[in-house]
């Protein structure tokens, strides 16, 4: 990922460059005054560089709070599940019980007649 930012990156950049260089009727404007020859070159560059650094800082700041947000989401989703389930057996064990009634008295035979044997 940090390999396809650089890259992008570098790509806009130069994108920018030859966009400056090759544009012949662009101006600058200072305070109401025209900047032209190498210092237009210069503070192009300076402003077009600064302005995607701080594109690049919201995107990272943006992929952060995007990123903690849906951590959280997700805490929240498995705690409502896990919530949702226990609800669930809470509500479900008395109905169940008629079925652990049998399973509970082989349960008491199996292991009574377990000690049985181990007593011989």
Do not use: Q, Y
């Not at 200072?30 to 210069?42: A, R």
């Not at 896990?82 to 509970?104: K, N």
Request: proline share 3%.
């Amino acid at each position: 990922m940090k390999k396809i930012l650089t890259f992008v990156f570098i790509v806009i950049l130069a994108c920018l460059l030859l966009d400056k260089i090759s544009g012949n009727n662009m101006t600058m404007e200072i305070n109401g005054n025209d900047v032209d020859g190498p210092l237009e070159f210069l503070f192009g560059m300076i402003f077009a560089g600064g302005g995607l650094l701080i594109a690049l800082l919201a995107v990272i700041c943006a992929a952060v709070m995007v990123g903690l947000v849906m951590a959280g989401v997700g805490v929240l989703m498995v705690a409502i599940v896990a919530g949702c389930i226990a609800l669930g057996l809470l509500f479900s064990a008395p109905f169940m019980l008629p079925l652990l009634i049998p399973v509970a008295i082989i349960w008491v035979l199996v292991s009574r007649n377990r000690k049985h044997s181990k007593s011989n």
